[in-house]
Each structure stands twice: as structure tokens, then as C-alpha cells.
């Protein structure tokens, strides 16, 4: 029988990941192929012929991250919060796999998922449907999705914070910009952009005078509420955030 941390190492290098350590017998030869090396067609096969289906196979890249840091300076590092692990749910289109020790590469917009063997996976985007995180008691949940328009410092596609999902949705789009500050090391900062999408086109609402644009109908009306209700725009709660956009739904269904 093959050792488990045999087979560990053998499938990180392949950059196959398996949910649970199996063992593999040595009579199993119809796997190698004429150079004497595994196939992914044949680990596959093996995988749904032999080992418990309720397991999952993922297929994804070693991760070796590079960024340089300067120990005179204390910024974060380009992961969701500055946390490099974390519990998550991750859900794919077949099957939800609970608390794994991840961390949301923000400059990649990748899930890392930290395997057993110490031996760190990027998960492939195609296979990754949503995730959920949790930290500081609080989860974040994030979907995979596409925007009619680009807005300016992120990409049409990738992973939004899901914050509100109605005739408005309201998500969030987490990001970090990297800037060289000393001795070629690197600076993080970790920012993010409030998007509402309405009929499937997104619309940054980060600065109050985006919003005022967006509405310029109603912007009597939102001016009146923010002076109520929100103390200062630019430091919005995700609570206040899913109020306003609720507020935003009624008064624009009204003047339907």
C-alpha cells in the first residue's frame, strides 16, 4: 500500500486535490501510462470506481505566494481582512464542503485552500460557484458573477460579497492595490466598492455623488433620508447600506 503522505505529495503535484486522504494499491498498474507516469483521466476513473462518491476531486495549481513585506512597515497582506486563514463553506455546483481552512487571495480574486499536508491549492474559479466566509462571528458570503459594464479598478468577473438580493441587489467587490514602497518591498491596501445592480447593469454607489447621479429624480428625496439616517456617507454600515437600497426600491417604485 502507498503511504497517505505519499499519496498527498503525489496528487499536489498533480495538482489534484482529494477531501480525504485515500490509500492507492500498488496492483492498480492500468493507471500509469507509457511513460510510467499517472494520468488525470486515470486518477478520475479511479476516483469514481474505487473511493466513497460522496467525496469530491478539485483540480487546481500549488500555491506559492511571492509578495514581499518589510518588517519596518506593517500593512496587510492582499487577503480578505488581511487574514490569511479562515473557515469557509465552499460550494460548488454538486456538493458543499464545510469548514475548510482558506484564504480569499484578493490581488488573484482565488480561494486558496490549505490542505492537510501543509500543501496550499488555488481552486479553479470554473469549478468554485460561491463561498461562504467566516470571521469575527460573522459570515460573508460571496457568488461568482459577470457585470454588463466594467467599473473602474475591477475586473466584469469574480467574486462579490453578497449584502442584499431583491428587485435591487447590492453587493460588494473586495480588492487590494499593491505599490512598491522600499527595497523593492510591496504595501497593501485592501479596499472594496459598493455596486447596486439594477435591470443586470452594475452601478459604483461607494461615493454619494454616484448615487445622486444614479438617482437624479429622487435626489431631494435621498439627500433627506442620508441627513436622517446616516451619519456619514463614506463610513456606511453594510446595515445602513441594505436600508438605503430598501429606501431606493420604494421611493422608485412609487414614482413608477
Do not use: W
Amino acid at each position: 500500500m502507498t503511504s497517505k503522505s505519499t499519496l498527498n505529495t503525489f496528487f499536489a503535484l498533480l495538482t489534484v486535490l482529494f477531501f480525504d486522504t485515500i490509500t492507492y494499491s500498488q496492483n492498480n498498474r492500468n493507471v500509469l501510462n507509457n511513460e510510467g507516469f499517472f494520468s488525470l483521466d486515470s486518477i478520475q476513473n479511479l476516483y469514481s470506481s474505487q473511493i466513497n462518491k460522496d467525496r469530491l476531486i478539485i483540480q487546481g495549481e500549488e500555491y506559492r505566494p511571492s509578495y514581499k513585506t518589510s518588517s519596518t512597515i506593517t500593512p496587510p497582506l492582499p487577503y480578505f481582512q488581511g487574514k490569511r486563514l479562515m473557515n469557509s463553506d465552499l460550494i460548488f455546483s454538486e456538493q458543499t464542503l464545510e469548514n475548510q481552512l482558506v484564504f480569499y487571495d484578493l490581488l488573484l480574486d482565488q480561494i486558496i485552500i490549505h490542505t492537510n499536508n501543509q500543501v496550499s491549492i488555488k481552486l479553479k474559479t470554473s469549478d468554485l460557484e460561491s463561498f461562504i466566509l467566516k470571521t469575527d462571528n460573522k459570515q460573508h458570503f460571496f457568488k461568482k458573477l459577470t457585470l454588463q459594464k466594467k467599473i473602474k479598478n475591477i475586473k466584469k468577473e469574480g467574486y462579490f460579497e453578497i449584502l442584499y438580493e431583491q428587485n435591487f441587489n447590492l453587493v460588494r467587490k473586495h480588492f487590494a492595490m499593491e505599490r512598491t514602497v522600499e527595497n523593492s518591498y510591496s504595501q497593501y491596501q485592501l479596499s472594496y466598492k459598493n455596486i447596486l445592480i439594477i435591470d443586470s447593469l452594475g452601478h459604483d454607489i461607494t461615493k454619494k455623488k454616484n448615487l445622486f447621479a444614479l438617482f437624479p429624480e429622487e435626489k431631494k428625496l435621498i439627500k433627506k433620508y442620508l441627513k436622517k439616517n446616516i451619519y456619514e456617507y463614506r463610513k456606511i454600515s453594510k446595515q445602513e447600506l441594505i436600508q438605503l437600497v430598501q429606501f431606493l426600491e420604494e421611493i422608485t417604485k412609487s414614482n413608477a
